[in-house]
């Protein structure tokens, strides 16, 4: 199963890498929104219910519960230094202004910049990716192994 995690988290620093990029470039921002981790947070628990469903595991919640935070919490660090990074090389991406909830500014300090408020982005980011996982994968685990009790 953990071949599973590790390509969905490739997935995830593609999208990350992706979004800098067209945020750099001036991408439109209907554009760049469509590259972000938080749709994978809606994804890949599906992925994942799916994948343990078809697996023999013995505790497939746990399993899955396993799987999808351990990617929640990999997923939302990559975001959060993305915002380290936007700190130390002044990314130009509204996001990373302060107008944005970022940390380019006036009154941004070193340590906001680079620990502080990508940590809170990251505590935000990780929160929201583990309720949604929390939420989407049981389900779809439940109704995917009644389905096949079904059949």
Do not use: C, D, H
Not at 53 to 66: D, G, H, I, M, Q
Not at 116 to 142: E, Q, R, Y
């Amino acid at each position: 199963m953990q071949g599973f995690v590790k390509r969905a988290l490739a997935v995830a620093a593609g999208v990350v890498f992706v979004r800098l990029i067209l945020e750099e470039t001036g991408a439109p921002s209907w554009l760049v929104s469509v590259f972000g981790v938080t749709w994978l947070y809606l994804l890949v628990p599906f992925y994942f219910a799916i994948k343990v469903a078809r697996s023999s595991e013995t505790r497939p919640y746990v399993t899955l519960a396993k799987m999808s935070g351990s990617f929640v919490l990999v997923a939302a660090s990559m975001v959060g230094v993305t915002y380290s990074l936007s700190s130390l090389f002044g990314f130009s991406a509204y996001r990373f202004t302060v107008e944005g909830g970022g940390v380019i500014g006036e009154g941004i300090t070193p340590v906001q910049g680079y620990i502080v408020m990508p940590l809170s982005n990251f505590g935000l980011v990780a929160l929201i990716g583990l309720v949604a996982a929390a939420v989407i994968g049981p389900i779809v685990l439940w109704m995917f192994r009644r389905y096949r009790a079904l059949n």
